[in-house]
């Protein structure tokens, strides 16, 4: 069981949101919903251990994440906006490098599966710099293939870039993850349709009027 309790988080002088209580159920996908500059990515950097709450704390299975780093990061998986791919490197070696950083497995034949059910098998030894942009982002999306085992999948903007039958063929493997049990935290401005368990949250809605004194 994945908790927000009582988060606040302020950047500069705006408190984007204080209080915001929350807990994200296993088997459900939770989408963070509302305009930019309410918050979503960083509310996804704070569930993920990436940022620290300004007040409250995150809790996994009941314990707080900063109390046990270790075991948090096993458990979660985090895909960002940005693809964090090398142009110079290929989809094999950047798939190879991102994973491992990450504790995903990274041997040769997860990785070569990995981007061949994305459909970079053709292109897996060709320097990035040569991909569309859409085939980059799959680059990066291919972990979440090698995330399999993660309990907690935290993605931001995952279907940016994505072509249509790309983005169904993602939103198709997010549901049957959710449908496996895994919690499923995700932030898209794509108006995407799951068939899975979902709910909203708004960030906004725990947005105070005032400044930061």
Same mark, same amino acid.
């Given at each position: 069981?994945?908790?927000? &309790? ?18 994200? %159920? ?20 704070? !569930? ?11 809790? +996994?299975?009941?314990?707080?994440? %900063?109390?046990?780093?270790?075991? +948090?990061?096993?458990?979660? /998986? ?11 490197? &290929?989809?094999?070696?950047? @798939?190879? &490098? @991102? ?5 995903? $497995? ?22 990035? +710099?040569? @991909? &569309? ?19 907690? +999948?935290?993605?931001?903007? $995952?279907?940016?870039? !994505? ?6 063929? @993602? ?22 349709? /799951? ?5 909203? !949250? ?5 947005? $105070? ?5």
């Amino acid at each position: 069981m994945l908790e927000a &309790s009582a988060l606040t988080c302020i950047k500069g002088d705006r408190i984007l949101f204080r209080d915001l209580t929350h807990v994200f %159920r296993p088997g459900v996908l939770t989408r963070i919903a509302g305009p930019n500059g309410v918050g979503k990515t960083s509310l996804l950097r704070l !569930l993920c251990g990436l940022a620290q709450p300004d007040e409250g704390e995150v809790r +996994w299975q009941g314990v707080p994440v %900063r109390a046990q780093t270790d075991a +948090w990061h096993r458990a979660v /998986f985090f895909y960002g906006h940005l693809p964090a791919v090398h142009e110079l490197l &290929s989809p094999r070696e950047n @798939l190879r &490098s @991102l994973a491992a950083v990450q504790g995903l $497995p990274h041997d040769a034949a997860a990785i070569d599966a990995a981007l061949a059910e994305l459909g970079l098998a053709r292109q897996r030894d060709l320097p990035v +710099w040569v @991909l &569309s942009a859409g085939q980059r982002r799959r680059v990066a999306l291919a972990r979440l293939i090698l995330a399999q085992e993660r309990p907690v +999948w935290i993605l931001d903007e $995952p279907f940016t870039a !994505l072509d249509v039958a790309a983005v169904a063929a @993602l939103a198709r493997r997010i549901e049957a993850r959710v449908r496996d049990g895994a919690t499923v935290v995700l932030t898209t401005h794509q108006d995407v349709e /799951f068939s899975c368990a979902c709910e909203t !949250l708004e960030p906004g809605r725990f947005a $105070p009027r005032r400044k930061v004194a």
